[in-house]
DNA sequence: TAATCTATTAACAATTAGGTAACGCATTCG
DNA sequence: CGAATGCGTTACCTAATTGTTAATAGATTA
């Protein structure tokens, strides 16, 4: 994907933000579409599909989260990178907006050379642009993972896994051989804070042993788990 | 090496974030140095030596994922840990610079607690903090013992021991030779506050004598127990 | 909207690690 | 020479840990 075929939406509701930030971002060849409220956002989100959205946090009608929470809900947006303008002030740890959906934030007041290498540091994300290369395919033994597909080519033959099965599998494929420790896991695959039962892990351990084989999977008990070719 | 000699590089163009994760961790007691763009995090990481270097991902001039790159090519810096500080909870997989050597990384939004206790984890990685040791194989005699995997390695022929047995083992490795009296044994292995019969300590000798071979387990009466190859 | 899939939990079974008691043997020491 | 002490050994018990299956709520897809 090239730049001027990425699209981004910019939501303020002060004409001079829309214009600066517009300009700069139109000079670096991106198309830019613009928004002054929530309600307008969310429509001009789903009648353009942008790749990133600039928004204002306060804004009249609708403001940056409740927009934000509903345009997270939209399928077609689900890769869309959502990024709020917050001012200064606010304390970091504090801003709401990552529970509505939103990615990163920008503080105010904007600099535009900032504010353009973080747009381009961000949409290096998007698959592709600028040839920006990551493997995308990990080899352990006779399987093949693809990360970007979810699945994986063992002898020949694809398994699709369900994202955490494949999360799972993908890291302890990571490191052959070395046991992944219960809170390891959780740590790496389930994320910093989110507590799930006890079973949880047995549960996908089991399932890839099914559709992977139960050789791979060697339980060290009291430790944790590991893969072994 | 003790807290206070620990060296934490911080990167972020956010002066909010540098400061609040700054001073939560040099409450902890770790030396914090800062830089708000790659490049100069290339610079610091040169010139400081920081044992971890906690980086955000995006970021104007140069972003995190190049910076990494090229600090991972560092010949001095083989050893620095770097996190990544990425948006919202990407999945493990799909978390962009591992490809770029990153060890791990913590999701936005950032909480003190969780960071902190994240920071202390992956810093027990490296040697001699508070007495954990980084070192993953541990080579005696004509066995090697590798704690990333749990087991040890005979003649060619694995052993995979339990916990316990292996932590013993450990334990007794790490100083061949020197007598590890009892309460030193039950101190390291069982810990200050579990209390365990007078025989537990033999029996899991016996079951390593079995395992390993009897000739290796020297008793010392009335002392306590020593390895010797 | 109905029809799948997924992730998680709950409940129970199976397994194993860790610990203990009991007994026997050796060494030490009075 | 016994008695006392410390250690080795076995068998057994219990608690902790993991395996397994099924049920359910939530997502996702057709």
Redesign the interface.
């Known amino acids: 994907m090239k730049k001027k075929d990425i699209k981004i939406l910019l939501v303020d509701d002060e004409q001079d933000i829309l214009e600066i930030v517009g300009y700069n971002l139109s000079q670096e060849g991106y198309q830019i579409v613009t928004a002054s409220n929530g309600k307008e956002a969310i429509a001009k989100a789903k009648k353009e599909h942008p790749q990133l959205i600039i928004m204002d946090v306060m804004m009249p009608e609708m403001d940056g989260m409740e927009a934000c929470e509903n345009i997270r809900k939209i399928p077609e947006l689900q890769d869309t ?1 959502i990024t709020f303008l917050t001012a ?1 002030s606010e ?3 504090q ?1 709401a907006g ?1 529970d509505a ?4 934030y920008i ?1 105010k007041p904007i600099k535009p ?2 504010l ?3 747009v381009q ?2 949409l ?2 998007l698959k592709g642009v600028e040839g920006v290369s ?2 995308t395919t990990l080899t352990v033994g006779n399987i093949e993972i693809n ?1 970007e597909e979810y699945k994986i080519i063992k002898d020949g033959e694809e398994i699709i896994l369900p ?1 955490k099965e ?2 799972l599998f ?2 302890l494929a ?1 490191k052959p ?3 992944f420790t219960r809170e390891e896991i959780l ?3 389930w ?3 989110v507590v799930v039962g006890g079973r949880t892990i047995d549960v996908h351990i089991r399932k890839l042993r099914e559709k992977i084989g139960d050789s791979f999977f060697k339980t ?4 944790g788990y ?1 893969i072994e070719f």
Not at 101 to 104: I, N, R, V
């Open positions: 990178i200064r304390d970091y740890s801003v990552f959906g939103a990615d990163d503080a050379k900032v353009v290498s973080k540091a961000l290096r994300r990551s493997t990360r994202r494949f999360e993908y890291l990571t051989g070395k046991v740590d790496k695959v994320g910093n804070e060290i008990k009291g430790v590991k």
